[in-house]
């Protein structure tokens, strides 16, 4: 195999969150079924909740979407609500909200910890004093970071909640990566960045990135290739050998 390209000789490094630093997948995973569980067995919904929903209905989607097209494969219709719905709200978005709940209460409980992989890329590119940078759609990254240990190793964190709040368009739509990429006063032209997700690296290609990065958990090494990575890994590991 071609060597890999050296990640600390580009401006800087962009990275995807959930599932490119920690595995975050499992813990969302987890928050649907025990809130499903707890629902149905309250509103008397059958069949049962299984992990099979997750796939179909849930995974990749935006939070309240997935309530939506869960209830409505048991034909349960609720309001759709507000995103400020309480958690106690029987609406699409106070259920969702319940599932966040969950999700906090997981990480507070049983916390989280970044592949080992990439907590030692993370680490070369510190000693080299190559800028690094977080761009996740996740309104949980701050608090993903934190419990992972590794808020501080970031000047710059673009997630769900600056997004929102400044209009910017969700991937695969470049504006997240480039946002940031001005944040951290870089050029995409000159930097790389790191992504697991179809939707991700395709936003990193519309970006203008000089290297995009796929790191296959499940996608698939054509698909990530096809979408626009250059090179495509199973671990950042393979970066620091
Ligand atoms: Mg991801």
């Not at 032209?189 to 990193?204: F, H, M, N, P, T």
Request: charged share 25%; glycine share 8%.
């Amino acid at each position: 195999m071609d060597a890999l390209p050296d990640l600390a000789a580009y401006d800087a490094v962009l990275f995807d969150l959930d599932g490119v630093l920690t595995p975050t997948a499992d813990v969302h995973m987890h928050a649907w079924q025990s809130m499903f569980d707890e629902l149905f067995a309250e509103w008397e919904i059958t069949p049962a909740y299984t992990e099979r929903d997750y796939f179909e209905h849930l995974d990749g989607k935006k939070r309240y979407d997935g309530v939506a097209s869960l209830l409505r494969s048991r034909d349960v219709e609720v309001p759709w609500g507000e995103p400020s719905d309480p958690v106690t709200a029987d609406t699409v978005c106070g259920i969702g909200n319940r599932k966040n709940a969950y999700f906090e209460k997981s990480l507070r409980e049983d916390g989280i910890a970044a592949y080992p992989g990439s907590l030692a890329l993370l680490d070369v590119l510190a000693a080299k004093g190559t800028p690094v940078a977080v761009v996740s759609s996740s309104k949980n990254a701050e608090e993903v970071l934190g419990v992972a240990g590794i808020r501080d190793r970031f000047p710059v964190v673009m997630d769900g909640v600056i997004a929102e709040r400044d209009h910017l368009a969700s991937k695969p739509a470049p504006d997240v990566f480039v946002e940031a990429a001005r944040m951290l006063g870089v050029d995409p032209a000159r930097c790389a960045a790191v992504e697991d997700a179809l939707s991700g690296v395709q936003s990193a290609a519309a970006g203008g990135f000089a290297l995009v990065v796929g790191v296959d958990r499940g996608a698939g090494r054509d698909v990530l290739t096809a979408a626009g990575a250059h090179v495509v890994v199973e671990d950042l590991e393979e970066f620091v050998r």
